[in-house]
DNA sequence: TAGTACGTTCGATCTCTATCGAACGTACTA
DNA sequence: TAGTACGTTCGATAGAGATCGAACGTACTA
């Protein structure tokens, strides 16, 4: 686990980047997972949500959320901590995120 | 020009397939557009946002956005009318498309 | 010292998307 | 009746992203 993903600061934050990385059914659900229960570990995340993917996939989708800036994670342990970077997204976007966590997941729900 | 393209009711929008179309800086720029200036003819579109893009890669990136729901397109003599679905969005997903319309575009600003 | 759990990285494959020029159909205009 | 403006559709191409299994490195545990 090298680990030297560069996360953007708040400031360098590209809204179709955030755009993109939140327009993903599965990273979607990842988000809303950390964003309803707080930093969570990376097997916790995919167990809880029941995410159907391979290690390594969940692992690409987790690096597509941390270069776009919408998540972070902390290591400590054999552990990866992801949680959401809601201040940040809130401040350089307003609003952005909130209307994407409360916004209906289904179509025709 | 057939046309027959068929733009969601707005309870079936799809979170995912919404955001996909908005993250693209062009189309962003192009959703701008509409959004500022009201309904807006295809090639006007092109010219004033100084969108460097063929005819034909312009029309992809509407019908993107024509098939997530995010604008509507009628028809009037030759030219071809396009309108944000603002009204639609934000019944579906509140607050949303007004987040994005007003986030700092560049990374940096 | 193994052994185990955790998560990343490495190929490989497949699909989707962005892009263009060319050809087309439609409607107005001279 | 041409001619022109408008926008779509049709290949074709190139790039990005999703997916997996296998191999790897790291840290805890027995």
Redesign the interface.
């Given at each position: 686990m090298i680990d030297d993903l560069a996360e953007p600061p708040a400031?360098?934050?590209?809204?179709?980047?955030v755009?993109?990385a939140?327009?993903?059914?599965h990273r979607?659900v990842m988000v809303r997972y950390v964003a309803a229960h707080g930093e969570s570990w990376c097997s916790r995340v995919i167990q809880d949500t029941g995410l159907e993917m391979s290690k390594s996939t969940f692992s690409h989708h987790l690096r597509m959320l941390r270069l776009a800036g919408v998540v972070t994670k902390r290591h400590e342990g054999t552990k990866g901590y992801v949680s959401l970077r809601a201040g940040d997204l809130d401040h350089?976007?307003?609003?952005?995120i909130?209307?994407?966590l409360?916004?209906?997941?289904e179509?025709?729900?």
């Open positions: 400031d360098e934050f590209d809204l179709a980047r755009l993109a939140l327009a993903d059914p979607l350089r976007f307003p609003g952005l909130g209307a994407v409360s916004a209906e997941f179509p025709a729900a």
